[in-house]
């Protein structure tokens, strides 16, 4: 999946240009499409705790393929926002992902575990820029994207057959037939469920999240300006845009491992405060920055990513029970994404109406909020649990 999942997506708000839209339109789709997503966050988790996660991560995982194919022969941005409305709706199986993860690792092996999946992803998704890059020279912008998202369709429908080689990793899943009506009228006790699972956890796990929340704001302001920040304010060419992508992405596989090495051996929390240090200068290098200044920008990123991924997963692995994971994971990324979905909603709303850097400066100034609560009250697990 990861492969080809960059693809189309490296070029996607220039896509949407392409088809008629302004930057606040692909705000809109941001919205669209962080709220979707969302919305079935709490019904995701709820289902992977009590039916199990294999089913719902097969079944989902082909219904994301073959929305691929509304991406790609969308005739305007209006039915783009129809094919992540509905694409978004099959992820509902994120948390059981996240959970069938989390119970496949030792406690004593997280950092070096989530950082293996890292690496291996990103050396998988390497190519997707520069393939993306290959696919513009020679189709153009629309064409390019849109033979992008054929190919995503294509390897992800080979990905669901493959995860029907999963595992179930829940002890005692209901073994009752599952229909789809039935499942969601659970959904009011599955948001219930959902936000009553904080009650249970520790404080540092609540502190963790509301970080996460702020930052993840902070970052869907910019997201998805980037690309058009640099081609049209920065003077950075396509092409080049897909060369500094390919970079990060480097950046990612060469510093995972070692980033998970650190987590394991000295703690979740001083590499956690480490990735906010170094992501902090980013929005500020980017929108001063030239070529130069964006590769030393985008590899500052790019060993803050490793560190993130590699500290959150551990920490929220050692403080959330096996039996809690998935409502935890539900919630938490419920709640995020409607921030998200507010981020790249305000950012569109900046960039096109008041300042095209505005978004920019804002995320500056809230991950400094986010380095502040990290030092004063995300504490380091006393108990890891299994």
């Given amino acids: 999946m990861n492969l080809v999942g960059g693809i189309p997506y490296t070029y996607f708000s220039l896509y949407v240009e392409k088809l008629r839209g302004t930057p606040f339109i ?76 989390a119970d496949s690792i030792p406690p004593e092996k997280r950092g070096i575990g989530f950082s293996l999946i890292t690496f291996l992803s990103s050396i998988a998704s390497l190519a997707s820029p520069l393939i993306a890059g290959v696919l513009f ?134 590499p956690l405060l480490a990735s906010w240090l170094l992501y902090a200068p980013f929005p500020l290098m980017f929108i001063y920055g030239n070529l130069s200044i964006l590769y030393f920008a985008f590899f500052l990123w790019g060993l803050s990513n490793s560190l993130f991924i590699a500290g959150y997963s551990a920490i929220e692995a050692d403080l959330v029970p096996r039996e809690l994971r998935g409502k935890e994971v539900g919630c938490s990324q419920f709640v995020t994404y409607v921030f998200m979905a507010l981020g790249g909603l305000t950012g569109g709303f900046l960039y096109e109406n008041i300042s095209a850097s505005l978004p920019f400066f804002i995320a500056f100034k809230l991950v400094i909020i986010c380095i502040i609560l990290q030092i004063l009250f995300v504490k380091e697990p006393i108990k890891r649990h299994a």
């Avoid at 709490?42 to 719902?56: E, H, T």
């Avoid at 609540?206 to 993840?216: Q, R």
């Fill in 26 to 101: 692909i705000g809109i789709i941001n919205f669209v499409s962080f709220v979707s997503l969302a919305s079935v966050q709490f019904l995701g988790g709820y289902l992977a705790d009590v039916y199990g996660r294999r089913w719902l991560i097969v079944s989902m995982t082909f219904g994301v393929a073959l929305s691929n194919f509304l991406f790609a022969f969308a005739p305007s941005w209006e039915i783009v926002i129809f094919a992540v409305f509905i694409q978004n709706l099959c992820l509902i199986h994120q948390p059981a992902l996240s959970a069938i993860t």
């Fill in 137 to 270: 020279l020679h189709y153009g912008m629309l064409e390019g994207v849109r033979f992008g998202f054929i190919l995503v369709a294509i390897f992800y429908l080979v990905a669901a057959v493959i995860r029907i080689r999963l595992k179930e990793t829940l002890a005692d899943p209901k073994a009752q037939r599952k229909r789809w009506i039935e499942l969601f009228k659970a959904y009011p006790r599955a948001v219930k469920e959902g936000f009553a699972v904080w009650k249970l956890l520790p404080r540092s796990m609540l502190s963790l999240f509301l970080v996460n929340i702020i930052g993840s704001f902070s970052y869907a302001l910019m997201d998805s300006y980037l690309v058009l920040y640099a081609t049209k304010h920065l003077g950075i060419r396509e092409f080049e845009w897909a060369i500094l992508i390919t970079w990060l992405t480097a950046v990612m596989i060469i510093s995972s491992l070692p980033s998970g090495k650190l987590v394991d051996r000295y703690g979740r929390t001083k």
